[in-house]
């Protein structure tokens, strides 16, 4: 089960000890991560601090996705070995 709020995008990097994310529901919320396990704690955890910090702001807080997805692809900046 997928115990996040919102779905979530990991990206890998031509570093392979480095892993972008971001929730494309949940504007602003990225962060980093040295495995894909790494980024889901962060994730779930960075989005309880960034819903905080837009609550504190009074601005609108999305609807939690009550079916989230997990997507893991390559960073859209890596070139193709081709």
Known sequence: MIDLKYSLVIEAT????????YSPELEGFTGIGHSIEDCLYKAK???EEHLALISEQNLPI?????????????????ASAA
């Open 45 to 47: 955890w960075g989005m």
């Open 62 to 78: 999305p609807t939690p996705n009550l079916n989230p997805t997990v997507i893991v692809q390559n960073d859209g900046t890596i």
């Open 14 to 21: 031509e570093d392979p000890t480095f892993f972008g994310f």
